[in-house]
């Protein structure tokens, strides 16, 4: 059933987090933003823990996860790339920034290229319209793009 | 003693640090130490100064420089001319679109001149980290008189300011407060609504950014007259930066005293939690949000009961968002006359709103109320970039409209705005040009509303589906008429049956194209054309025999080798391989392949 | 009590502060149509999340249509359920959720019994805009030994989650992904087996669509009857014949034993017998394990663990196995009825027949479907060989009778055959909620206490409460019971005695809303909760006129022990009529 | 830790602290306060005008006194440095020549605060302190 098995460090880490939240099913969202922080993502058995902690249905938990775009069960690349398609770039041309990255990596929104090294993912406004188109590669913002600064940026992390 | 004689504020808003902003203010303070003036010159992080498009920005106080786009680069030659011999890097300066002149001093800067800040006092000013500065601007001062006030005569204030939220739909806030206040409970709670979801909207962001301690300082003021004394903030997890600085100004007034109990010598207790969304939109719906800060999935219920009702964990809840809690410390400071003196008949104060899209000057503006369309647009805004052919401005959001030409003097409020088929909304404000396709932007915000919804309602949840599916076949060019009455039909039982704010306004894109830009719609059914030029499909790329040189350059970069031709003669590119990538247009060094 | 006036169509309507638009409609006879909408009031159970749209009406001055449903009647409302753009409106919003909706009506299990089908042959929908590759949602299919899910089915009206969760909380079922594949299912769309899922099937009993099914067992009982080299004997749960006649249009509460009798004979089993008999025998049972417990608690063993609990309703002891795997010592070993008749049926009348148990084929006629799990359950099987072969709903046996061309209406009364179809009173109240413990007192007591009852109608056990308490006098010795029906009920009861604010001798739970005349095979109730009221009344009735009213005094029962099982919790009776209960404990 | 325990301590603190923030109050709003410019170019700085302007700043912020020192490259003046010149609201703005710390704390003294004339202001042909957009 599940798709990978925790060790007990991780049961314990687990524990420990919802145990920070005083157990409270009010603070399911507070926990899944604390464990993804922790492991990266979501993963069924994670999930199936903090149902045992907080004594709730796991079926809630999933509710939840599923329902919130921020919350992954998959585990993200080594380099996330996230595009931001908030009104401001896609007036200014983020479609073609899209379709540039996914000819580039080979993979679709919300893939994992088969090395592992980069997810690429879409996000709602960041907020620097200014530097409108923007796409994040972990925590560093590249604004003002065209679908030519693509390959060149990537190079950097390849 | 050293007097400090210079200030050197750098923007340290989530755009501008995107820029390097960090950096720089590490470059600028080598660069002091360097050449000793450490002590006399203060660098300060602030929050936005709104001016997003020329960030990072660095402002010289006393006075008043206005630098743009800083690289960490430009801090030796500002520390060495400007602040050592005084002599401005004019390279730096903000350049007049219109009179290509630099500006030396922000004071003069159109962009400025219009606005009135008042839900952005601070922003820019004052170090968002540091309590102290938000004391020495008056900053908890409007609590302390509120507290001497009953909790009556305080919402009796709020009430007579005009003052109307400012997530939406503009409910008179002095009222909310007043059901919320009136409603007995063991419990009540201040909420503020940080999920600022519209793509393309950021006033929220910055202010939070720029000036927490006035949300902090708002929320105790209404926890106070609704009989409240837990604030929860909901904070889009998104805003990594916004929460920091709510939790430093949280921490600090802790600290101080101004959170905690008997606050300023009195018996009113009040202090802030943080909440954090978790990347869904409909969650700005209050309902939803409440459902969502008890670790529930985010789906709005009915409404009555309303949160002040029956909202956080059952008990009474009022709800505002940033920039309404922003406004009220004003309010309180410089009395309700003034505030209602500002803006039109049933829009008090000022709005903040997101200048985006193909504007010049992209950033955060903040206007009184009334202040027309073509104000925003082409005196603060700067006008449109690249000097093309204004088409459309967005407003509100995924919930609102677009509006044309013909709306540029309508003075903008609430009212205005709903009646010409948009709305307020949280304030973002999307600027077209002549290049963007309006069935194409139509299409886009149901893009995102099918992304965002919650999916509880049948109208919402397969209506807007449908309708995004419906724009796609006419951006197809496989539309016809009978899907325009399907869209419009749609629209209106969409608006009329789904279930909350999110799905009640989620056909405001298509209706208000629809109506303004039906030709548009009308070329793509019946004519199969683009006018934009945007939709694919519907455009095809052509050699003009009479310009081709025959350089063989587009039949070398064609990806799919649709362009066929021999040297020196006029290629051809054979429609049925071409994939439209655009790739030869943009390879053409002489202006030969033409747009269909 | 404060009155409000309005007009709805024009009608002027009086009704008390609180109503809805929908509930003062309908006082005046205009039935608002609703899909997701359901108001169980004898039940205390609602859903109404708002969801479907489909109950929109126009209140004159709203900006949008108002759910009538969820919309409070405000005093000078004027309300229009019919004006053309609320057609509009409704008509627009079921051709959305058909568009997202297979077209599989004519072979659909739900065809027929359908709401989201007969609301569209109401709203007059007749074609549906076609958009070139409109999405449709689809999702895991799951069978489980008792339910099946098709999800694709779905139309979000969250019935389901609200049984599941709020009703029985049990959790199997939740709300998942977001917008256009939102959708009702267990935690990582996993299946059913594999979630805390009790199997009580209230899910299913209020499913307007066929997203939510049992598993079709008819056609293995139609194969079992034609077979010659089968005996095929059949058993009716009590609360069978209380609500079958609903099938045939007869009305609810409507008692048919006699016809339900005369159908099987057509149908073709050999013997007709009853599940009743084998309540008299879980008294025999059960009531004499109460009254060992009781005797030794009150001689002053601490080792005894007290409340006894009622085994009989599979899904609660689903439920207690995964939920409350630390008190699995505590329900009564007493096997439930359909599986003591197997048992029975497969030993005791097997060998009088002098057939091989291989070769005897035990169908059950149950009001549930946690049934269909119980009779697979490997504790009740000898060899592989199971004692209760085939456990087939109401409806199911409905489906079989209309199937095979008998006109129910028409059949003559009969009875049961003997020896296993014999019962008494006591035994048709294990039909409605507080039936096996007053069952079980009548009995009790009058071992208990030597004497004879002078009244045998415990009318302070009865009624359709979630929760309800009585102190039964034994001759000075107070019996304190508990008795819940609904899951959730039965927690609350169960934390009230972990807590100490309880302190019973016996408790009865059942699974479903009002016991398993509500159970989840039987004829859909469609949102009318009257219905299960009709039942209650009608199985009281049934007891009412039956001569002997005590299970003690159940002649074939008495006949059965001195044959066969010697006395109650004998070691033959240990053997065949006692079980043990396992740790389902699953987050 | 500094606990504000009443609006006294409040009002207090914003004192104690407003020195701080008020270069940035006072630039806010300059056409309503005085202004002072010191010229700050390599000239001004060998003949000290850094000692001119660091004494204008101690006194102004001494006396909490609305009025603004801001540094400006070369005026033009160079036979005349330190340079500072001063617009007072209301009236034309005037340069100072050869201004020591002494004659500084007269520019304030008697020319800001008591409008009485002082020795040193140079001929008019100045640029004005609004800078040239």
Redesign the interface.
Known sequence: MSNIKLHDSQIRQIKDICASYGNKPGELINVLHTTQGVFGYLPEEVQREIAKNLNIPVAKVYGVVTFYSFFTMKPKGEHAISLCLGTACYVRGAEGVLDELKKQLGIEVGQVTPDGKFSLDCLRCVGACGLAPVVLIGDKVYGRLDPSKVKEILANYR | MVQVKMHLLVCGGTGCRASESKRLVDELNAQLQANGLADEVKVVITGCFGFCEKGPIVKVIPDNTFYTKVKPEDAEEIVKEHVLKGRKVTRLLYEDPETKTHVSDSKHMEFYQKQVRIALRNCGFIDPENIEEYIVRDGYAALGKVLAMTPAEAIDIVKKSGLRGRGGAGFPTGLKWEIASKNKADQKYVVCNADEGDPGAFMDRSILEGDPNSIVEAMAICGYCIGATKGLIYIRAEYPLAIKRLQVAIGQAREFGLLGNNMLGSDFNFDIELRYGAGAFVCGEETALIHSMEGKRGEPTIKPPFPAEAGFLGKPSNVNNVETFANIPAIFLKGWEWFSSIGTEKSKGTKVFALAGKINNVGLIEVPMGTTLREVIFEIGGGIKGGKKFKAVQTGGPSGGCLTEAHLDTPIDYDNLIAAGSMMGSGGMIVMDEDDCMVSVAKFYLDFIVGESCGKCAPCRIGNKRMHETLEKICQGKGTMEDLDYLDNLSKVIKDTALCGLGQTSPNPVLSTMQYFRDEYLAHVIDKKCPAGRCKALKSYVINADKCMGCTLCAKNCPVSAITGDKKVPHVIDQAKCIKCGTCYEKCKFGAIEIR | METIKLTIDNTPVETEKGTTIYQAAKKVGINIPALCYMNLEHLGIKNC??????C?VDVAGRR??A?SC???CMEGMVVKTNTP?VL??RK??ME??L??HPKDCLICPANGQCELQALAATLGVREI?A?????VSTYRKDASPSLKRDMDKC??CRRCETMC?DVQT?????????????VV????E?DLI???CTFCGQCVAVCPTGALTEVDDTPKVIRALADPTKTVVVQTAPAVRAALGEEFGLKPGTRVTGKMAAALRRLGFDKVFDTDFAADLTIMEEGTELLTRLSKFLGGDKSVRLPIMTSCCPAWVNFFETYYPEMLDVPSTAKSPQQMFGAIAKTYFADKMKVNRKDLVVVSVMPCLAKKYECQRNEFKVDGNPDVDYAISTRELAHLIKMANIDFNSLPDEDFDQPLGESTGAAVIFGTTGGVIEAAVRTAYEIFTGKKLDKIDFTELRGLEGIRTASIDFNGTMINIGIAHQLGNARKLLDGIRSGMYNFHAIEIMACPGGCIGGAGQPYHHGHSEIISARHNAIYKEDEEKTIRKSHENPYIIKLYEEFLGKPMSEMSHHLLHTHYFDKHK? | MNKIKSLDDLRKMKQNLSSDISIREKSNNPDKIVQIRVAMATCGIAAGAREVMNTMLEKIAKDSLPVVVTQGGCMGYCYAEPTVEVKVPGKDPVVFGHVDPKVALDIIDKYILKGELIDGILPVNYQSIQEKA
């Open positions: 999340p708002g969801a479907c749209r489909i929109v949008n249509l759910p969820s919309t409070a753009r509009n409106a627009t919003v959305l959720i568009s997202d805009h958009v070139e590759n409109a999405a139309i979000m969760n049990v959790g199997a079922l939740s709300a998942i992904n977001r917008g256009f594949m939102a299912s267990p935690a990582f996993q594999n979630s805390p987050v």
